[in-house]
C-alpha cells in the first residue's frame, strides 16, 4: 500500500485524506493487537522473576504503576 499524506494532496480531497488516514490507523491497530499482547505477556513484571518492572516502567517512559495497566490492557488486547 502506498500512503500519500502530503499537504497538497490533502487539500486537494480532504474526504480522500481522511480516509486514507482511517486505513492506516486500522492497519497500525492491527499490528498492535496482533504483536501486542505477546510482547506484553513477555514483559509482565508480575510474572518476572528477575524484578524487571523498573526497567519496562523506564523504557515505556511512564511509572512502573501506569506500565503495569499498559501491560495489562495489552495482555488481553484482541482485534475484531
Known amino acids: 500500500m502506498r500512503v500519500r499524506l502530503d499537504r497538497l494532496w490533502f487539500e486537494e ?3 480522500r485524506g ?3 488516514m482511517l486505513k492506516v490507523c486500522d492497519r497500525l491497530e492491527a499490528i498492535v493487537a496482533e504483536t501486542g499482547p505477546e510482547a506484553a505477556r513477555a514483559l509482565d513484571p508480575e510474572h518476572d ?3 524487571a518492572a ?3 516502567a523506564e523504557a515505556l517512559g ?3 504503576k501506569a506500565a503495569r ?3 495489562l490492557h495489552y495482555e488481553h488486547l484482541t482485534w475484531r
Do not use: I, S
Open 13 to 15: 480531497d480532504k474526504a
Open 18 to 20: 481522511y480516509a486514507m
Open 49 to 51: 522473576e528477575g524484578g
Open 54 to 56: 523498573p526497567a519496562v
Open 62 to 64: 511512564m511509572t512502573e
Open 69 to 71: 495497566a499498559r501491560l
